[in-house]
Nanobody, 127 residues
Framework: QVQLVESGGGLVQAGGSLRLSCTSSEPTFSRYATGWFRQAPGQEREFVSLISRSGISTYYADSVKGRFTISRDNHKNTVYLQMNSLKPEDTAVYYC????????????????????WGQGTQVTVSS
C-alpha cells in the first residue's frame, strides 16, 4: 500500500508563501504522476496542479497559475508545491495524490483518476 505524507501547511498572511511537500513510500516513485488538490469547507475537492512522472510536464488550475510552482525530486520520492502571493481564497486542506502511468503524456485533472491519497495539510491564509 502506497503511503503519501504531506507537510508544510500552516497559517500565513495574504501575500505570503508556503512550500508543501508530499513524500511517497513507493520505491518506484518515478512511475507515478502526482497531483495536488484542495478542498475548502462545504466545497468539492478541486484540482490545483499536477506533474508528470519525470517532471517534464506541469499543469495548473487557472486560479493558481503564475503563483504556484510544482516540482519533484524522484531521488527523494518527493513532490513540492511552492505557493507564493497567497490569497484568503487559497485557504483549504491540500492533498497530494498519485496515479501510476505509462508515460509522461498520461495526465489527469480529475481526483477520480488518482489511486493513492495523503491525509491532507491545512493551509490558512489570513487577510
Amino acid at each position: 500500500q502506497v503511503q503519501l505524507v504531506e507537510s508544510g501547511g500552516g497559517l500565513v498572511q495574504a501575500g505570503g508563501s508556503l512550500r508543501l511537500s508530499c513524500t511517497s513510500s513507493e520505491p518506484t516513485f518515478s512511475r507515478y504522476a502526482t497531483g495536488w488538490f484542495r478542498q475548502a469547507p462545504g466545497q468539492e475537492r478541486e484540482f490545483v496542479s499536477l506533474i508528470s512522472r519525470s517532471g517534464i510536464s506541469t499543469y495548473y488550475a487557472d486560479s493558481v497559475k503564475g503563483r504556484f510552482t510544482i516540482s519533484r525530486d524522484n531521488h527523494k520520492n518527493t513532490v513540492y508545491l511552492q505557493m507564493n502571493s497567497l490569497k484568503p481564497e487559497d485557504t483549504a486542506v491540500y492533498y497530494c495524490a498519485e496515479r501510476i502511468v505509462d508515460s509522461d503524456y498520461n495526465v489527469a485533472k480529475s481526483p477520480d483518476e488518482y489511486d493513492y491519497w495523503g491525509q491532507g495539510t491545512q493551509v490558512t491564509v489570513s487577510s
